[in-house]
């Protein structure tokens, strides 16, 4: 549904770095063109912004694009305005869940299961990872996720990628708790 | 009362630097133009048709060059620039240089030196589409109507090959640099502009697919003095041209390349799509857009171009262009912003709508102001030296005659107030 809602976009605006450069899109489609992951978008970033532009905010919060993101750089570096695309679009992605607003719930799992991992341990536990996030969706999924990437799991088991034992936390963990806190606090300001 | 030098530089022979030439020296002036090329005309030479009305430049510059024939106010040195400015309004020092040709006055253009020479290189004139013989005529149209032997065989036997066979002992094969000094009460820089390098742009590939060509090229490729007497061949395997594409900004509006619109490639496009429809009427054209400037009257040249259905318009920046291995076919992938989908097509041949760079004062001079791409401003307190044409912004032809009789005119009163 389309839906003009002012105050929401002035909300975003002050809470999406780079947000207002929402305004010097030119709607070129550079940024999509540029994609790898265009195929696989509802809403490719160009019509991201102009639906922020005219205050559809829902539509862009509910929208599975925001959440695509691989931080490859194409469209930052591509754009010929100069938009810092990939931000804004992780940006909206932090929003919406702040919002409460998940269109691709297993990329924030994966997401948000990535970051516990680093703040328990300092380093990412390749198959306590996976295995969190292949059974976010319960006990059937998971184990069907879990096969469908089994040969993958053989091949990083071969190659030291992964340890059948328990990582161990990093030296000087809880430094990089300390630090990994007072981020989050910088964040928030 | 300081004495003014009643003399008018003009650096550069193109329609900028002719124009402002012979406009100034038919009000009564003395003119001295230098030409960098080993002749006038500059980059208009090179272009089959002008828009909107599709007629060749040869006629302007013909009337042009007979104007300049018959006027002894003007001198002007070819294969010239100026190294150095000095001084202030009404009392400049310039210092000029000019380049051997090795090939004196007596040439009558019989073209012996050329049947006896072997060595070819690439030629300027077709931005490197053909090759050409070490001692050459630049074109059919060349004024002064004079050979010119490269510098890479000065020296060697073919050199004295290409003097022994010259029936008029035109060839000097001794020629030196010249460096003089001039004065001059005012001076128009029409430099004019060279096309962006499109190579720059990395992600559509320019310099690695042959069938990847530019605006200026396509020119070439369309006159009949070209490489292809004017029939509109690829490059990697001389096909004809069955599918066309324009990409128009082709580092044009762009942070990253340049950043300002220059104005005419939009048109040259829509002109050089009317080329290709011309010549092959069974050919399908597609041009990838931002948005079609084409302003003021030549909106009527944009709708006429519209009614041929061949000619399509797909409103999308062109993000990767790639070669299909085999045919050497570009595939061409971006979005198609007013459907919303993501396009991948394939075309024979490919053209980037490049844009024009300023050839901007960048020797040792007074101070003139210029904007931060290099375009001289026309700023009423600096006088003395006054820039013309496509230095002072991007323009097409027309604009650049206007632009030069004004700037004749400026120069006229900078030396005539005092």
Redesign the interface.
Known sequence: MISWNNNALRDVLKEVDYAEEIYKC?????C???CPL??HMDY?P??IFALLRTGNIDLVLNSKSIFLCTSCYSCI??????IHVMDIMHGLAHYAIKMGKISRKNTATFGQEFWKQIYKRGRVDEKDLSRRYFFSDGIVQGIKNALSMADMGIIMLLHGRMKLLPEKPIKGIKQLRIMLDKAEQESRR | MEATNQNILVVGGGMSGVTAALEAAEAGYNVILVEKRPYLGGKVTQFYHYFPKLCPPNCGLEINFKRMKQNPRIRFFTMAEPVKISGKEGDYDVTIKISPRYVTEKCTCCGKCEEVCETEIDNPFDFGLSKIKAIYLPHEFAFPMRYVMDPSIVGTEEAKKCQQACPYGAIDLDMKEQVFDIKAGAIIWAAGWEPYEANKIEYYGFGEYKNLITNVMMERLAAPNGPTDGKILRPSDNKEVKKIAFVQCAGSRDENHLPYCSGVCCLASLKQALYVREKNPESEVTIFYIDIRALDRYEDFFTKVKQDEKINFIRSKIATITEEENTGDLIVEGEDTHKGEQIRMKFDMVVLATGLVPNTINIEAPDVPKDKFGFILRDDVVKGIYGAGCVRRPTDVATSVQDATAAAIKAIQSISRR
Do not use: D, N
């Open positions: 030119i709607q070129c489609g550079m999509a063109g540029s265009r195929h490719p160009r019509k570096v591509r754009c010929p305005r100069g």
